[in-house]
């Protein structure tokens, strides 16, 4: 049983920085790639960012050159730094780990005021 638990959201003005966090526990075998999807309310799901095993990333257009993903693979956890948030980054953002299944983090809520 994996299991994902994600912190570090909250209320920030726009502008602000915030830093999310997803921590994996259990048997992790070998990880394959993870990530960060994030929804808002009425809006599809997206991917915002993904970090493979190698080390390469991708980011979703609209936060390139804002948020940087990383991971520490000692700790199994993987990283969100979101810079220069703007109110349309306002969402639930969900980690994920991609180990052969897929597991999921429970959600943590991002609102950018403006």
């Known amino acids: 049983q994996v299991q994902l638990v994600e912190s570090g959201g909250g209320l920030v003005q726009a502008g602000g920085s915030l830093r999310l966090s997803c921590a994996a526990s259990g048997s992790l075998f070998s990880i394959n790639h993870m990530g960060w999807y994030r929804q808002a309310p009425g809006k599809q799901r997206e991917l915002v960012a993904i970090?493979?095993?190698?080390?390469?990333?991708n980011y979703a257009d609209s936060v390139k050159g804002r948020f940087t993903i990383s991971r520490d693979n000692a700790k199994n956890t993987v990283y969100l730094q979101m810079n220069s948030l703007k109110p349309e980054d306002t969402a639930g953002y969900f980690c994920?780990?991609?180990?052969?299944?897929?597991?999921w983090g429970q959600g943590t809520q991002v609102t950018v005021s403006s």
């Open positions: 994920y780990f991609d180990w052969g299944p897929r597991s």
């Open positions: 970090i493979r095993s190698g080390g390469s990333t």
